[in-house]
């Protein structure tokens, strides 16, 4: 898809921001709002297969169901034809920010008092993640889907979970597990490998290096 390709007399392509397999996001331009939104993309091409799409769907229905403040809003969703080619869209609030991994290699330290007020603000948006009806787990964390903005003299600013694309939602809890049913796959997750993931996450603020 071309830059300043209009889709949908509404949103102008301003710039390629990620390409993987047959899905692509893209920085564009709202027509109607004049505002700046993030537009992902899935196109049934040569390497598409149908577990695409339904992980595709399952993040747009996900995103639709969320109010957040530290999770990027979900706009709209349609398809429509690209190059001849069947293609599928989410469109999102844009978020002017660099992510928690560039922050950390252009070499920004965190200080106590900063790495507490970033757990704080993570486990706010896990805590509201995983007391939605069935609960959600987003299966994805990592420095690169979490986003800062807004720093203010020790304040880190704010903090934003992005990349909803692996999300899955729970089945079933017991006794220490979080677990889910997929067509494919079951999944068994401790409650301890969720806790670790928090705290490799924070380690790596401490520590300033991803």
């Known amino acids: 898809m071309e830059v300043e390709t209009i889709l949908i007399n509404r949103y102008e392509i301003y710039q390629q921001l990620s390409k993987k397999a047959v899905r692509q996001t893209f920085l564009a331009k709202d027509l109607h709002t004049q505002q700046l939104v993030i537009i992902k993309t899935l196109q049934l091409g ?16 996900t995103l639709q169901n969320l109010s957040h403040a530290g999770i990027p809003k979900y706009l709209d969703y349609f398809e429509a034809e690209i190059d001849n080619i069947k293609s599928f869209f989410i469109i999102q609030t844009y978020i002017d920010a660099p992510s928690l991994e560039t922050v950390i290699r252009n070499g920004r330290k965190f200080s106590e008092v900063e790495v507490i007020e970033l757990a704080e603000s993570f486990l706010n948006i896990l805590t509201y993640l995983h007391e939605q009806i069935p609960p959600i787990i987003h299966r994805d964390i990592k420095p690169s ?19 909803f694309g692996s999300v899955q939602t729970v089945a079933s809890k017991d006794s220490g597990t979080i677990q889910w049913v997929d067509r494919h796959q079951y999944w068994i997750i401790p409650k301890p490998m969720i806790l670790r993931t928090f705290q490799t996450l924070v380690s790596r603020c401490i520590c300033h290096k991803l």
């Open 46 to 61: 040569q390497e598409f297969q149908w577990d695409d799409l339904k992980l595709f769907e399952r993040e747009a229905r």
């Open 145 to 163: 889907n979490i986003l800062l903005t807004n720093r203010s003299g020790n304040s880190i600013g704010n903090l934003y979970l992005v990349d």
